[in-house]
């Protein structure tokens, strides 16, 4: 039971470090002609930046897939990785970005300060002078007002 919980908040918090690190270094680096369907607007539903999700999607199928039979750390790992994502896509990509229109703009100031830090992400659409990489592992100030 605690390796089940343990595990799966170690899923979950290894994939916003490892994200903000793969955002930061990777995305806003040498795969920024992919990340960059993400800053620039677009007409068409899907984002070729969306492989990245997939990709994380994968390795959090492939987890559970390995650990099921035994219900070991893989397992575990694999679900943390899918809350994440999960949360992830609630946040991002329909709170945040509206890719589907179900949720209005954040009453609470917490989500309020993720709301505002990721749009300081996307006030530049540069792959250099771009600022807060994670969801949740953003500066500080973010969360300091509350709008109402
Ligand atoms: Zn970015
Ligand atoms: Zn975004």
């Known amino acids: ?57 994968s390795v959090a199928v492939l987890l559970i897939f390995l650990g099921i039979g035994k219900l070991d750390y893989r397992f575990w790992l694999g679900i943390g990785i899918s809350l994440y994502g999960l949360l992830y896509f609630l946040l991002h990509d329909i709170l945040i970005h509206r890719r589907i229109k179900w949720l209005d703009r954040p009453k609470s100031s917490f989500l309020q300060g993720i709301f505002k830090a990721h749009q300081a992400h996307h006030y530049s659409d540069k792959k250099d002078d771009a600022v807060s990489f994670g969801l949740f592992l953003v500066p500080k100030k973010y969360f300091k007002t509350k709008d109402r």
């Open 1 to 57: 039971m605690i390796e089940a919980i343990g595990f799966t908040i170690l899923g979950f918090v290894l994939m916003e470090i490892s994200g903000w690190a793969i955002h930061k270094y990777l995305m806003h680096g040498p795969l920024w002609m992919i990340h960059k369907t993400h800053h620039k607007h677009s007409d068409s539903f899907l984002e070729l930046n969306d492989l990245f999700s997939l990709l994380f999607g």
